[in-house]
């Protein structure tokens, strides 16, 4: 069961229409928009040797930094992009609409891209920092060979799930127990992932799991994911880069709810309200106190919108990322204040 919903996580892809904006056309009539499949766990830039060779009839001469933006909104190429996808479209756009620049890169909000190098330093350096939160020191991501380090890389880029199985045990990033099934898939890349101690029977107590949390605040209420505003600035996200200490306590499962609960103390309070719950009489009555405190409209991983109770062991081992951080992203309606 984990072996497979893995296997769905690297196989998971979103169909891109990509536009040439109106400032690179040199040609006429301007080109029709390029068709590509994305990875989920890919990223941006390293889509340019497929978009590229396609638009490069109606070019200009010379080029700046090739970027990417949605609606007008510049796209961070180091968020993978079925993280983008969920952040960004609430209610999901397929295909996704979106429009490649080949000049004026917009330095202030991104910062420089220099193609499959800069993404790859970027995975690597998330890498040794997932590996710092489990392990307390990076030295295994240090000590792996560099055509170890070469060979995983090429996995994640060619989503190849095989070759990234053999090359992921050399982490030595330890185990977590799936409280789901009560037993842990050796064969899964992502049960190496977490260190943990453990009484004498090898029952897991805590754990330290990597995780990165985007916050999109909404000021105006609605009912539908459809009636979501545009967003219009990264100012509008919140981004959280922490750890979450994973608490076993006897005879009690540790859920995502308790996971963001860590993370998001303000939202997810005695009287913090998600969307879809029913509310008592005496939550009615104390309706003042929720809105004080917002309400989670949506949580979502890996593109599938998930239930708060679900144990979090099982979303740590079959919905991480490949460089070990489970991303999660959600929408919030801010408090009233």
């Not at 490649?100 to 330095?107: K, M």
């Not at 489990?134 to 055509?147: A, D, E, F, L």
């Not at 090898?202 to 754990?207: C, E, L, N």
């Not at 917002?294 to 740590?316: C, T, Y």
């Amino acid at each position: 069961m984990a072996k497979e919903a893995v296997k769905y996580v690297w196989e998971g892809a979103i169909p891109l229409q990509i536009h040439l904006h109106k400032s690179d056309v040199a040609s006429h009539p301007a080109p029709p928009p390029a068709l590509v499949l994305a990875p989920r766990i890919g990223y941006l830039p390293l889509l340019i040797p497929l978009i590229k060779p396609y638009f490069k009839d109606s070019l200009p001469p010379g080029e700046d930094s090739i970027w990417f933006d949605y609606k007008g909104f510049p796209l961070k190429w180091y968020i993978p992009t079925g993280v983008l996808f969920d952040l960004l479209c609430a209610e999901p756009e397929r295909p996704w609409n979106l429009t490649i620049h080949f000049r004026g890169y917009p330095s202030n909000i991104l910062i420089p891209c220099e193609g499959e190098d800069s993404v790859k330093w970027n995975f690597v350096n998330s890498l040794k920092e997932a590996q710092y939160i489990i392990n307390g020191n990076c030295k295994n991501v240090m000590n792996m060979s560099q055509s170890d380090q070469e060979d995983l890389w090429t996995s994640v880029m060619n989503g190849d799930l095989d070759a990234y199985t053999r090359l992921s045990p050399k982490l030595k990033m330890g185990t977590v127990e799936d409280e789901f099934s009560r037993t842990t898939s050796l064969s899964s890349p992502q049960s190496q992932q977490v260190v943990a101690e453990t009484d004498v029977a090898g029952q897991v107590k805590t754990a330290r799991i990597p995780v990165r949390l985007y916050v999109r605040s909404i000021n105006k209420d609605f009912e539908n994911l459809e009636d979501v505003p545009e967003i219009d600035t990264w100012d509008d996200i919140s981004y959280l880069n922490r750890p979450v200490e994973f608490l076993r306590e006897e005879g009690k499962c540790f859920t995502l709810r308790d996971a963001i609960e860590s993370l998001l103390p303000e939202f997810m309070g005695d009287r913090a309200q998600t969307s879809g719950e029913e509310r008592s009489m005496d939550d009615t009555e104390e309706a003042d106190g929720s809105r004080e405190t917002g309400e989670i409209k949506l949580v979502r991983i890996q593109g599938i919108e998930m239930k708060l109770e679900i144990p979090f062991s099982w979303v740590v081992n079959n919905l991480m990322n490949p460089e070990f951080y489970l991303h999660i992203s959600v929408l919030v309606k801010a408090p009233q204040r």
